[in-house]
């Protein structure tokens, strides 16, 4: 087996890889393949559908059970401002409905911050909360009118946290209130809702969290970074992570019962809305679809609370980027959300390594390329065992061309007298297989770390790279990675199959516009591990040369 047939086809096989990336993102299943029975117009549930039989469903309800949302926005509202959060109570249901992200704009040439949720219809995003009574009265639930003591809280100067209460009141027996804990620095929401019973009959029911969102298809590009990533629902059972499909949620709902240490989600490139209920706690889940809506839905068991009693139900809401050191602290495996797909084993102990070295550098563009000198270092004996397989096949090359012109019409012959000449030299073409081979998961998996890291977004390095996780602007590193990737086929030895050599010849140039609209730190650490396979295989093909 030839060494360098396997590095054409190796390297091939990643141009396919990256061709098939940019076809299955740029042709997804249509939106309006949807059945038509499910159109555009028709009604996202508004109360939770899934809970315990004994919980009044859906259907129950009347028809003027929906969750008014306008143009002009909650008739009703609070402002609440953190250093880290925008966010806007809606005062029916006492809700999250719009939240803005004043530390992440939209991109670095405006002030606009990224808004994920938001009480628009044809954005919705919205986190529902409530009870549910099983009675199916005295429920403070997201239809409900709650009530707050002024319409504007900020976070102090200096406080470490804020507290916003929301109290409701029926004409019933029960009270409750919803008290929302917001803390410096942190994009995770305490949630806790206290009812209070104050009849002389037990009240029984449930807490629960949903998300509903408007599926907007992403408009898919191979120049937009945003179409590599999934967007869309994502559950946590508290063992398997799943990302859902919407066409897939049309057909066959999916529901998991009594479930503790899980939680649900919508995600997007860099970006989450979350309800995490708490561990210990068994939990049912829910998402459905239904039109261009999808909704999330965890109901608790049922609570009984005694006449003259009360109790305290908790949910942790988290609205923000994908921080993973904060994902992990709000919940289980929640930093499974940064989508490093099937090479996330990989994919986590290098961004560990990569956030360990920016803690000391303090410039992610020289942390990516300290990182990549490390994965060299890490890999060096086998890169050196393929490194010096070339250098021989180098060195042997004007025997190898002689061997071709003599038998150039008798293929049997000819390879015949090439093995004898491998063997005759102690050259093993194949030598360098593995090597090549161990190293492509680590190229995809840092591939992603550096597609998916929110810590990277908008990241600058330096001169013209102010942002490394958009493409060069000025297509001066791909084109640097270009010449590089050149120079090394020329101090590697020939394909001695022409067309082999011809595929070698336009490999650079091709690679060079697929990365030319790659993130920058994409490029950089290609730029960076193609360099250093230069340095050793130079150094190695004078060791042998001498």
């Known amino acids: 087996m030839d060494n360098m047939r396997l590095l054409v086809w190796a390297t091939f096989s990643l141009l396919l890889w990256l061709t098939y990336q940019a076809w299955i993102t740029q042709y997804p299943a249509a939106v309006a393949e949807m059945p038509q029975a499910i159109a555009d117009n028709e009604e996202v549930p508004s109360l939770p559908i899934i809970s315990s039989p004994e919980l009044p469903l859906i259907n129950d309800l009347s028809a003027e059970d929906t969750l008014p949302v306008t143009e002009q926005g909650p008739t009703q509202s609070v402002r609440v401002q953190t250093d880290v959060l925008d966010i806007l109570i809606d005062e029916q249901g006492g809700d999250l409905v719009r939240a803005d992200l004043p530390n992440y704009p939209v991109d670095k040439s405006s002030n606009m911050p990224v808004r994920l949720l938001n009480f628009e219809q044809q954005d919705r995003w919205v986190l529902q909360t409530g009870l549910r009574s099983v009675a199916g009265d005295n429920e403070p639930n997201h239809l409900a009118q709650f009530s707050a003591d002024r319409s ?32 410096r620095g942190q994009y995770a929401v305490d949630l806790n809702i206290v009812l209070e019973n104050t009849g002389d009959e037990i009240w029984r029911g449930a807490s629960y969290g949903q998300i509903v969102r408007r599926h907007i298809p992403v408009e898919r590009s191979f120049t937009s970074v945003d179409s590599y990533s999934f967007t869309g629902p994502v559950l946590y059972d508290g063992d398997e992570y799943e990302k859902l499909d919407i066409e897939d949620l049309l ?17 997007q490139h860099h970006f989450l809305a979350a309800v995490v209920p708490p561990s210990a706690e068994p939990f049912n889940y829910q998402v459905t679809a239904r039109g261009q809506d999808y909704v999330l839905t965890g109901v608790s068991d049922i609570i009984e609370i005694p006449a003259r009693g009360s109790h305290e139900f908790s949910l942790k809401l988290f609205v923000g980027p994908k921080i993973q050191e904060q994902l992990a602290a709000s919940g289980p495996e929640l930093e499974l959300t940064v989508d490093y797909g099937m090479l996330t084993i990989l994919a986590q102990p290098l961004f560990w390594l990569l956030q360990k070295v920016h803690s000391y550098v303090g410039n992610w563009g020289w942390a990516i390329i300290i990182v990549t000198l490390m994965i060299k270092l890490a890999f060096y004996k086998l890169t050196a065992t393929s490194g010096r397989s070339m250098a021989k096949m180098r060195k042997l090359q004007p025997r ?75 297509f001066v590193l791909p084109v640097l990675m270009g010449a590089a990737m050149l120079l090394q086929t020329r101090i590697n030895p020939a394909p001695p199959d022409p067309i082999q050599a011809k595929v070698m010849q336009i490999m650079p140039v091709a ?26 295989q130079w150094r190695i093909n004078k060791v042998i040369a001498g």
Not at 251 to 267: F, K, Q, Y
Not at 513 to 528: H, N, S
């Open 400 to 474: 190898m061309k002689a061997l071709q012109e003599t038998y150039k019409d008798n293929r049997q012959e000819l390879s015949r007298h090439m093995m004898e000449l491998y063997k005759r030299e102690k050259v093993n073409p194949a030598a360098g297989c593995l090597p090549i081979l161990i190293q492509m998961p680590f190229f995809f998996a840092f591939y992603w770390v550096l597609i998916e890291t929110v810590e990277i977004r908008q990241a600058p390095f330096m001169f013209w790279l102010n942002d490394l996780s958009s493409r060069d602007p000025y």
């Open 251 to 267: 057909d066959e709902p999916v529901s998991l019962n009594a479930l503790s240490g899980g939680w649900l989600a919508t995600i």
């Open 511 to 536: 690679f060079s516009v697929f990365f030319a609209f790659f993130p920058a730190g994409l490029v950089l650490y290609w730029l960076t591990n193609t360099a250093l396979s230069i340095l050793q």
């Open 152 to 183: 504007q809280y900020s976070l102090s100067e200096g406080a470490e946290e804020l507290e916003v209460v929301l109290d409701w009141q029926d004409t019933g027996p029960v009270q409750a209130r919803k008290i929302y804990t917001f803390r």
